[in-house]
């Protein structure tokens, strides 16, 4: 018997995988899947390991279902972090050098060129593809591209001149992520934190302080009739400036972010938050305040000064508690001025005292502002003597009065923080006025997407609320840049394509990569494209004939079948790219996105990976070490796609174990050559079973459910079966075909070992391309499954029993229930309800005689049939098996299984008073 060498069926395959996933149109019915582009700036860790296996298993699958598959893979090297790298790495920032020579291992002669971006990524993309071909990806690499490549830029001019001339493309004004470093618009990729921030319009509320202001950053300026005081931290040194020829009183930092908004800000000296505390302030709405002391107020937060309504901020009422129960500023008392339903006189202290809150540091604190703040926008209305409005509708209207009476100002602000730039510079909003951007907002665009979204397989299903939201959730959205790599802005060629904006119908242009490349970039005019995935047909198109065979191969693949991607890229790609080819592909419905599967996060030992923090298991290493197949299996058996999993070395070693243990028991089995027994027919009934129940979870990407059918199930059926078999008998020759079938069913988990064991097993070709395994209906036994399922039971538990008197039995009897207790059984499981069901039952004059009995059994069968699986119940129901042939027939396997005599008798033959207990389906046992 060959020996199990996962790294000797790796180099085997490897050979024989060269060119074959390269796929081409054909009279197959396609199947085209894809997954997001790696960014690729660093190695691959497990977490990537995850999100391009997951996609690999469903290739397999469906290239064995005989479709003709396409998977492609690109690589995403627009934007500026690979800039802001190889600016570290010129300036010899250590950490950089550090993460990239020791944890990534790059050469040092290769380090010392990744001063140029270009070589960075071009090495990088060389790794993925060497490290993702050894975790037995079945790419079709004839297609892979680069997001610089001057075809792909022709490709990304073509679709932004239809988003143009949609009218999606603008320019103006726009507050926007700005690295002021890099002095550019940065988007989510281009962060080290804080890509979820979100821009966030504050109306300032300025308090006069002299002859100067002190604004307040709000959300809710409706609210400034509830004021009672100021916070200010002690602290902090703030700033005087002079805004717009205004004397102003801000935190230094706030000083520094206005200047990016609009606003010209002259520093025209300092004070100190100390000498703040104890000052007033007034303001035309709310009268003269104080100002009071707040350490917990953060300088870099807006203003870096908080206006304090304790009636409907449960922070400020804590804050302002926390004083007065020091004896200080007793005085001042909470103004309520919303009525919300359920939430007392006085919001803020009624959600607090209710939750039983301390202090202002209890975990809970943020849920309940966040719920305070909800309802009393959703549903609170102000006091008559404030207007009487309901909170949303005021909220606007004194914000604008504000504005327009009270020299209030808009100030933008991150919703979180911190966000950071790839460069290590803190980001800010800068408000752009030649800013480029994609109207998102547009109406009309969301309703085409939201159509068009309501047709989507979406996997899993609770994913589309949150594409639901998005969609009408995003604003537009700066498109363009001045530092990075990418495509030329086609109508200021000084600005580049943001990261996100180029990669959004990228599927398309997969499916000619491989041709195109054919053709120079000159020559690949809109026109060119138009006919390419349009079929518009315009005079002098060059090389016609290739252009031809481009068109082809689109009309043949697309629209993609499926993408996979993070649930983190719901807000920006995976909905972008939906109003996009909603705009590109307008009229051509047949062409839009079919179906997405939203994939969950990665942990290693419990916590989030994150290469710059250095949590990272590099996926090579984990190859290297446990196997491409074991990495592979650990991933898909620890969770489904959309669900996070954990990467923990233990458990992955166990996997390793898992697939040896396979293979030596095919090795063990496959040349069998026993006459078949009736056991044989169970095993052959219970193959056709997982056969379907595998492939219903691999159609519904179900990978672990799929894994847990086509692995476990076999191996625990296999390990009953060959427990079954007379002494002597290895097994039959029909282990044959359940060895070609568990190897097929197990293929695209583990291409490696199947491979292998498929040559062993003398399967025709490679099996990545074998025929998937068909239920075969003539070999599926209701009756014989439920027959070795009753007495597996039976076996369990008189191990059971046996192990805790902890005597050796002299001899073992079986008493069987009475046929009217089966009757009691099948009229309580075919009842709608249980609890009335006894009244039929008593309707029976039999019955009715056995009295108490009968109720007894009635209330033990429901208790049975609620621990039973549906899958004895139903046939029970529909077909009884007759318990006494069953262990007659087995009398022989319980005599060899425990060593003693066993008895089988009707229960009220046995003449033992635990007989009485028998109920159909759980016999009694009685040891002797």
């Not at 395959?13 to 081409?24: D, G, L, V």
């Not at 400034?224 to 005081?229: E, F, K, M, Q, Y």
């Not at 009635?858 to 529909?878: F, S």
Request: proline share 6%.
């Amino acid at each position: 018997m060959s020996q199990f060498n996962l790294s000797a069926f790796e180099e085997e395959a490897h050979e024989q995988w060269t060119h074959a996933f390269e796929s081409n149109p054909s009279a197959l019915e396609k199947y085209y899947l894809n997954v997001a582009f790696p960014y690729p700036s660093g190695a691959m860790h497990v977490g990537h390991g995850r999100t391009y296996i997951v996609p690999d298993v469903i290739a397999r699958f469906w290239r064995m279902r005989q479709k003709q598959v396409l998977f492609p893979m690109a690589f995403h090297v627009t934007g500026a972090p690979v800039v802001g790298i190889s600016k570290r790495i010129a300036n010899k920032d250590e950490k950089t050098i550090r993460l990239y020579r020791d944890l990534y291992r790059v050469p040092q002669n290769i380090l010392d060129q990744f001063t140029d971006p270009l070589t960075i990524v071009r090495h990088f993309a060389d790794e993925y593809q060497r490290v993702m071909t050894a975790c037995g990806l079945s790419i079709d690499w004839r297609r892979r591209f680069i997001t610089v490549d001057p075809t792909y830029s022709k490709f990304i001019e073509w679709q932004w001149k239809h988003l143009y001339d949609a009218g999606h493309v603008m320019k103006g004004a726009h507050p926007v992520r700005y690295c002021t470093v890099d002095e550019n618009p940065v988007g989510d990729h281009d962060l080290m934190e804080g890509d979820k921030a979100e821009v966030i319009k504050f109306t300032l509320v300025m308090f006069r302080f002299g002859d100067a202001f002190i604004p307040c950053a709000t959300l809710r300026p409706e609210t400034i009739h509830g004021v009672t005081n100021l916070w200010a931290n002690p602290d902090v040194t703030y700033a005087k400036i002079r805004l717009d020829g205004k004397p102003w009183i801000v935190s230094k930092e706030a000083a520094e972010k206005l200047a990016l908004q609009d606003h010209t800000v002259e520093i025209t000296g300092e004070i100190t938050g100390s000498d703040l505390v104890g000052k007033t302030v007034s303001h035309p709405l709310c009268g003269e305040v104080p100002i009071l002391p707040a350490p917990f107020v953060d300088p870099d937060m807006a203003s870096g000064m908080v206006m304090s309504v304790p009636a409907h901020a449960p922070f400020d009422y804590i804050a302002l508690r926390d004083l007065q129960q020091k004896g200080q500023y007793t005085e001042i008392k909470p103004i309520p001025l919303i009525k919300v339903e359920g939430y007392g006189e006085i919001p803020a202290q009624y959600a607090v005292e209710k939750a039983g809150i301390q202090n202002q540091m209890d975990s809970r604190m943020d849920a309940l502002t966040q719920e305070i703040y909800s309802a009393e926008f959703s549903k609170g209305k102000l006091f008559d003597k404030y207007g009487g409005k309901p909170v949303r509708v005021a909220r606007e209207e004194v914000a604008e009065l504000m504005q327009q009476k009270y020299d209030s100002v808009v100030m933008y602000e991150f919703d979180q923080r911190p966000v950071v730039c790839r460069c290590g510079n803190r980001v800010r909003v800068k408000i752009l006025h030649d800013q480029w951007f994609l109207k998102y907002g547009d109406q009309v665009w969301k309703q085409e997407v939201q159509d068009h979204v309501d047709t989507m397989a979406l996997v899993p299903p609770e994913v589309r609320a949150e594409f639901d939201r998005t969609i009408w959730w995003l604003k537009d959205w700066a498109c363009t840049r001045r530092v990075g790599l990418g495509t030329r802005f086609p109508w200021d060629t000084n600005q580049l394509i943001e990261p996100l904006s180029d990669s959004t119908v990228y599927m398309a242009y997969y499916t000619i990569a491989h041709k195109v490349r054919e053709i120079e970039p000159k020559l690949l005019t809109p026109e060119v494209f138009d006919y390419i995935f349009l079929g518009k047909e315009s005079e002098d198109l060059p090389e016609k004939k290739k252009l031809d065979a481009m068109r082809k191969e689109f009309l043949y693949w697309y629209p993609y079948d499926f993408r996979f991607s993070a649930k983190d890229l719901i807000s920006n790609h995976l909905t972008f790219q939906l109003f996009h080819h909603c705009t590109v592909f307008a009229g051509q419905k047949d062409k839009l996105p079919r179906g997405m599967v939203v994939f969950g996060m990665g942990l290693l030992n419990g916590a989030k990976m994150s290469s710059s923090k250095g949590n990272v298991f590099l996926l090579e290493d984990a190859v290297k070490e446990f196997g491409g197949d074991t990495v592979r299996m650990f991933l898909m058996g620890s969770a489904e796609p959309w669900q996070d999993f954990d990467w923990r070395n233990e458990l992955v070693l166990s996997t390793k174990k898992q697939i040896e243990r396979f293979y030596n028991t095919v090795m063990e089995i496959k040349d069998a050559s026993g006459e078949p027994h009736d056991i044989d027919r169970w095993l052959a009934s219970r193959l056709q079973m997982h056969i379907a129940k595998t492939t219903s979870a691999l159609e519904n990407f179900q990978t672990r459910q799929a894994l847990q059918e086509a692995y476990f199930g076999i191996e625990t059926d296999l390990k009953w079966y060959r427990r079954r078999l007379p002494k002597d008998c290895d097994g039959s020759r029909e282990l044959h075909e359940l060895c070609s079938v568990w190897v097929r069913l197990l293929a695209p988990f583990i291409p490696f070992t199947g491979e292998h064991l498929w040559k062993e097993l003398a399967g025709e070709g490679l099996i990545s391309f074998a025929p998937w395994p068909v239920t075969d209906e003539k070999l599926v036994s209701p009756k014989i499954e439920l027959a070795e399922e009753l007495l597996a039971r039976t076996v369990e538990d008189i191990e059971s029993i046996v192990k805790l008197i902890q005597l050796q039995p002299k001899a073992i009897t079986i008493a069987l229930a009475p046929e009217w207790k089966h009757q009691i059984f099948r009229m309580i499981a075919k009842a709608e309800d249980k609890n009335t069901v006894i009244k039929e039952i008593m309707k029976d004059e039999s019955m009715r005689k056995r009295g108490k009995e009968t109720t007894d059994t009635a209330k033990q069968c429901t208790t049975l049939i609620h621990r039973l699986p549906p899958y004895v119940v139903e046939p029970l129901v529909q077909d009884p098996i007759n318990e006494k042939a069953v262990f007659d027939a087995a009398k022989a396997f319980l005599e060899q299984e425990f060593g003693v005599p066993v008895h089988v008798v009707m229960a009220e033959e046995a003449g033992h008073v635990k007989a009485l207990t028998a109920l159909p389906f759980k016999p009694a046992i009685i040891i002797e």
